[in-house]
């Protein structure tokens, strides 16, 4: 099913144009696509969305946005990070947390003084419902083109029911069609503002990373925005058949991030990065706060342990 339906319908990958999904019909395929088409517009009929359960508290507590560095600012709640980076002929907004977060993420937006349908691209770090779950709401609030790494993208449009870990008959979010799927190394334009995305799967088969360079009066900042490789899944690698290269993937990764060169880092959740003891509300200025080369190696390191454990089981 996946693959007759990848081979009919193709997403735009072209940056100029972001066009909606284009269908390519032969002859020999319009009833394959019909019967296709029908057969998801069922499945998801007979999906919900999963019932709102307690979330942990500081995944939901609200956070004063700051400016990190340059043109890149912190948006999210005390947990759950979500960055927009400013431009000239727009914003882009990374990550958007959980689908309750939607108005949190529009007022912190407004707080620092930018206006939410200035937001022209929309990216995230992992097809999960703590980064992805509001992302509908603010796809349809503010216009903007959502791009997503291709292995994310079918957990982006069935609400992350096909996710290997998290999925089920259920979806954990509202779906979202992306506007353009990304590939390893592809860069995101916007203005001057230039992101590669890096993949880094694992934690999801999408789960990817950005790297910016923001400027502010003084000087230039390379900003890597990471999404860490943790182990989402209390399962053998070995018994997840929908996802065999697993154990691959986490290697690959820990071992690609460990190469990366940036001057500061942030992360998909405060926590790893470890937002509060580097930033309070109300403190001023100061992007060399957000250096730690050492954190993020020994993050790495730990990780890196982790996955070996994990291997021997």
């Not at 009929?45 to 709102?52: F, G």
């Not at 999210?76 to 689908?99: E, M, R, S, V, W």
Request: proline share 5%; with cysteine; glycine share 6%.
């Amino acid at each position: 099913m996946t693959g007759g339906f990848k081979n009919i319908i193709s997403l735009q990958s072209d940056t100029s144009n972001f066009s909606h999904i284009m269908f390519h019909f032969t002859p020999k395929n319009i009833l394959l696509a019909a019967v296709i088409c029908f057969t998801t517009q069922m499945s998801f009929a007979q999906k919900s969305l999963k019932k709102p359960h307690p979330e942990k508290v500081e995944w939901t507590t609200n956070y004063q946005p700051f400016r990190i560095a340059g043109n890149l600012y912190y948006v999210g709640t005390y947990d759950l990070a979500c960055y927009l980076i400013t431009t000239k002929k727009g914003n882009i907004l990374i990550n958007t947390g959980l689908a309750t977060s939607d108005t949190q993420i529009i007022r912190n937006i407004e707080a620092l003084g930018f206006r939410p349908r200035d937001t022209k691209i929309l990216l995230n770090t992992q097809a999960h419902h703590d980064h992805l779950g509001a992302m509908a709401s603010i796809k349809k609030q503010t216009g903007a083109k959502f791009m997503i790494n291709e292995p994310d993208a079918a957990s982006a449009l069935d609400g992350g029911s096909s996710d290997y870990a998290l999925g089920g008959d259920s979806m954990n979010f509202e779906p979202i069609k992306p506007d353009r799927l990304l590939h390893d190394g592809d860069v995101i334009k916007l203005g001057k503002t230039r992101l590669t995305m890096f993949n880094h799967p694992g934690h999801t088969k999408g789960s990817c990373s950005f790297l910016v360079t923001v400027k502010d009066s003084s000087r230039s900042w390379k900003v890597l925005i990471a999404n860490m490789p943790t182990i989402v899944t209390d399962s053998a690698f070995d018994r997840i058949p929908s996802y065999p290269q697993i154990a691959s993937d986490y290697s690959y990764t820990i071992n690609a991030m460990k190469k990366l060169d940036f001057d500061i880092w942030v992360a998909s959740h405060a926590s790893q990065f470890e937002l509060h003891k580097k930033h309070q509300p109300n403190d001023p200025y100061n992007p060399a706060a957000f250096e730690d080369r050492k954190g993020y190696q020994e993050y790495l390191d730990e990780l890196q342990q982790d996955l070996q454990g994990k291997l021997k089981k």
